[in-house]
């Protein structure tokens, strides 16, 4: 799996774990909430700039959410199908 897709999940594994919409992070982070969603589902290549505003955002390091893990492991579905 890309980097772009473990990002992705990550910010929607620490979103979801602090209680956050994606509307909720477009007010902390001023991106978009399409550009948000985007990140999410490993569509959009996000900038470093976008990394560290997420990461501030929900209070956590931004190497956390580079970081493979349990809940960014390869799936069913993943199209690339790298593990």
Same mark, same amino acid.
């Given at each position: 799996? %890309?980097? &772009? *897709?473990?990002? %992705? *999940?990550? &910010?929607?594994?620490? =979103? $979801?774990?602090?209680?956050?919409?994606? $509307? /909720?992070? $477009?007010?902390?982070?001023?991106?978009? *909430?399409?550009?948000?969603? !985007?990140?999410? =589902?490993?569509?959009?290549? @996000?900038?470093? *700039?976008?990394?560290?505003? &997420?990461?501030?955002?929900?209070?956590?390091? @931004?190497?956390?959410?580079?970081?493979?893990?349990? /809940?960014?492991?390869?799936?069913?579905? /993943?199209? !690339?199908?790298?593990?």
């Amino acid at each position: 799996m %890309g980097l &772009v *897709r473990i990002f %992705g *999940r990550n &910010v929607r594994a620490a =979103r $979801e774990a602090a209680g956050l919409t994606q $509307e /909720d992070l $477009e007010g902390l982070t001023g991106l978009r *909430r399409s550009y948000i969603s !985007d990140m999410e =589902r490993g569509t959009r290549n @996000p900038s470093l *700039r976008a990394l560290e505003k &997420v990461a501030a955002a929900l209070g956590i390091l @931004p190497e956390t959410l580079l970081r493979l893990s349990e /809940d960014t492991a390869w799936m069913p579905g /993943d199209e !690339d199908g790298e593990g």
